[in-house]
Structure formats: structure tokens, C-alpha cells
């Protein structure tokens, strides 16, 4: 596994090896071939959104940009559907910054509903000592994917 900085001097991190700041960082002679190869290419990142929104979904709040994904608590809407969320606190771009007192009037963020999925299993797990007590109980947690399709906040452009 390559590490950093040293990723293109052919060294290579050795995990077992407990003896010293010297030791810790050994040549292996030349990296293989697909760790050369994998910084040039690497996938291109696109720029960032030039406008994003702070919004209030479900209780909670969620820093949006364009065509972002969120995985929000779940949400009693069909696969495809559009939300547009009007409790909009903040939004701002490259050149301005409106803060709502809570809220911005008229701006909205408009989402679709891309899945209803389950996150992983949560175990809670009781036990008493020597008294043969165990209880074993998990959870999955419900949650929505939604994708943002837009960030409609006039206020930005004036």
C-alpha cells in the first residue's frame, strides 16, 4: 500500500514492522506497475457548484448543491417524484451570501426521489456478567435518496 508523499519513490509502508522512525520506511525496489499508473489517472473531479443552499429537511439541515445526493430520514414519497423544499435558511454563491431570519422568502430547492433504501444494522447488545442475561436486538434505519435538481433563490442574482 502506498502512502503520500512517498508514493513515487518506490517506497512502500510496512505494517509489521515496529522498529523505528528509520525502519518504518523501507525500499522495495521500483512500484508496481498499476501504483504508477493509478495517480495519472485518476477520475477528474468536476468544479465545484458555483451556488449552494443550507436546507431543512426532516429536522435536519443539509448543505445542498446542484445535482448533489442526499440520504435523508425516510420521506413518504414514490420513486421519481419532485419535493421542493421551501425551508430554505441560507443560500449563497461565488458572489453573494443571503442569510435568512429563519428563512429566505421565495427561495426554494427543488429534489427527486431517486431510491428508498435501509442503511446497515445497528446491534444493540446487553449482557449481564455471570448472570446468563443477553439480549440481542438490531435496527436498520428507513432513509430516502434524493437528488437535488435545483436551487431556485432569486435573492442571489439581485
Known amino acids: 500500500m502506498l502512502r503520500g508523499r512517498l508514493a513515487g519513490l ?5 505494517a509489521g514492522m515496529v522498529l523505528g ?3 518504518l ?3 522495495l525496489g521500483p512500484s508496481p506497475a498499476w501504483a504508477r499508473t493509478a495517480l495519472t489517472h485518476a477520475p477528474v473531479l468536476p468544479p465545484p457548484a458555483d451556488h449552494f443552499a443550507i436546507v431543512e429537511l426532516s429536522g435536519r439541515q443539509y448543505k445542498v ?3 448533489c445526493v442526499l440520504c435523508t430520514q425516510s420521506l413518504n414519497a414514490p420513486v421519481g417524484s419532485t419535493l421542493t423544499l421551501d425551508r430554505v ?4 454563491s461565488s458572489r453573494r451570501t443571503v442569510i435568512g431570519s429563519p428563512l429566505i422568502a421565495g427561495a426554494s430547492v427543488v429534489v427527486r426521489v431517486e431510491e428508498h433504501n435501509q442503511l446497515d444494522k445497528v446491534v444493540v447488545f446487553k449482557k449481564k456478567r455471570r448472570k446468563g442475561y443477553r439480549r440481542w436486538r438490531g435496527h436498520r434505519q428507513k432513509v430516502t435518496i434524493v437528488r437535488v ?10
Not at 435558511?89 to 449563497?92: H, P
Not at 435538481?149 to 439581485?158: H, P, R, Y
Request: some cysteine; hydrophobic content about 45%.
Open 10 to 14: 518506490g517506497c512502500a509502508w510496512r
Open 149 to 158: 435538481v435545483n436551487i431556485d433563490a432569486a435573492q442571489l442574482n439581485g
Open 89 to 92: 435558511l441560507l443560500a449563497g
Open 65 to 67: 448543491t446542484p445535482d
Open 25 to 27: 520506511f523501507s525500499p
Open 21 to 23: 522512525r528509520r525502519a
